[in-house]
Every structure is written in C-alpha cells, then in structure tokens.
C-alpha cells in the first residue's frame, strides 16, 4: 500500500526523487538503479552505459575513453561531467537515478554544482554494501555468450549445459575484465575513494547503507522501504 503512494506522488509529479547508487563493482548498481527505473518510471543516468554508446558509435570521446579504460584508469573527471551534464540539461523531469557516478569526491563537488546550476537534488544516495570476497565471487564467475551477449553466471545463472548458451549454443567465455587480476585492480581504485565519498554524503544527510550481499530482489526490497519510509515522513 506504501508503496503506492510513493508511486502516485511521482505520477503526479508531487514529490521529486533523485538517487545515487554506489558501491564497490559487483555490488549489483546496475541491477538496483534498472528495477527503480522501471518501477517508479525514473529516469535511469547509467555513466557505464554512456561510455559505451560513445565507445561503440567511435566518437571523439569515444576514443579518448576506450584509451582510458585500457590503461585501466579512471575516465577523467572533465569528460565524464561533461557527459552528465548533457544527460542533466536533456532531463523533463527532476526524477533521475545515476550509477557509477560520482566516483570520487571531486567528482561530488562537480555534482553537486551541476545539481544547482540546473535547479536540482539528491534525495538519496544508496550505498550498496559487499565484502571484497562476495565482489570476487560475483564477477570472476560472470560468464558471457561469444555470440549473443547474454550474461550467465556459474552460481546464480547457471546454463543448463556448462559453458554453452542455453539461449543460442555458442560457447560461454569471461570478459577481459572480470579476471580476479583486474577485479582487484578496479577494487584498489575504489577503496581510493570510498571513504571520502560516504563522508560526503553523510554530511549532506542523504546516505544509506544497505547489505548488497542479499538477493538482488532482498536487497530491491530493502531499498523500497527507505524510499517508502522517507516518503510517509515527509
Ligand atoms: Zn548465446
């Protein structure tokens, strides 16, 4: 029933929610910021996806990103606000999910002049919880189909015949990045920052801590209700 009326409000353009989804990679931002988005109708401001869009259609950016990631560093900040900026300015609502943004606290302070100069907030940021160990296990067992792109997990998302699709028969490979080597690597870069990050947020008030190593439907219900609780408060 709560949740309807969260659900109403937005409809009716009464109540503004604006979210951040951060954790370590694995932690399932991805995931979470998608089930949201489809839920509440938000729009959804994946950084990765950008990134993609530029990499795949081999724009300018495009090619200063692909470099970048094949270094194993992190996208420059001057780039990456630059795209958030433009996905910002082109939203009709004050509704938006980011994820994989901001990353560091510099990249906060950036946010949080673009959330002013564009009339803005963040409600909530959502800070997905995991242990280095649950993050390995997550994305060194990821396995994804050479043909059809479809991901597969050797746990959790099991095909019915080891290492084939089960969708078209191709062979199952791991991505390039999901090897233990560069998951401690991408964890290194995180831990860089985490810390200032929640720091940050909690100073502004909006952090919440929530246990990422649930289900991802649990942890989706854990997040309903922070959203729900906050709501009937207002
Ligand atoms: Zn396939």
Same mark, same amino acid.
């Given at each position: 029933m709560m949740e309807w009326g969260l659900l109403l409000k937005l409809k009716a353009g009464e109540f503004v929610i604006s979210i951040i989804l951060f954790g /370590? @990679? $694995?932690? $399932?931002k991805g995931t979470q910021a998608s089930l949201l988005s489809k839920k509440y109708g938000i729009p959804h401001i994946s950084t990765g996806n950008l990134f993609s869009y530029e990499i795949s259609n081999n724009t300018p950016l495009g090619i200063k990103i692909k470099d970048s990631m094949a270094k194993g560093q992190l996208i420059s900040d001057d780039i990456v606000v630059g795209i958030l900026e433009n996905e910002l300015k082109k939203l009709k609502t004050k509704n938006f999910i980011l994820d994989?943004? @901001?990353?560091?606290q510099q990249q906060a302070i950036s946010l949080k002049t673009l959330t002013t100069k564009y009339n803005l907030s963040i409600d909530y940021v959502l800070f997905l919880k995991i242990s280095d160990s649950a993050v390995m296990k997550r994305i060194t067992n990821r396995r994804v189909c050479s043909s059809c792109k479809s991901s597969w997990h050797i746990?959790? /998302?099991? @095909? !019915? !015949?080891? $290492?084939? &699709?089960?969708? &078209?028969q191709s062979s199952l490979e791991q991505r390039k990045d999901d090897t233990s080597e560069v998951v401690k690597n991408r964890l290194e870069i995180y831990y860089k920052s985490v810390n200032t990050l929640k720091d940050f947020y909690k100073e502004e008030g909006v952090l919440h801590a929530i246990n /990422?190593?649930?289900s991802a439907d649990q942890v989706f219900k854990n997040i309903n209700e922070i959203l729900n609780i906050d709501e009937n408060r207002a």
């Open positions: /370590a @990679p $694995g932690s $399932g994989g943004f @901001p990353r560091t746990e959790y /998302a099991k @095909p !019915k !015949k080891e $290492g084939i &699709c089960d969708l &078209c /990422a190593e649930d």
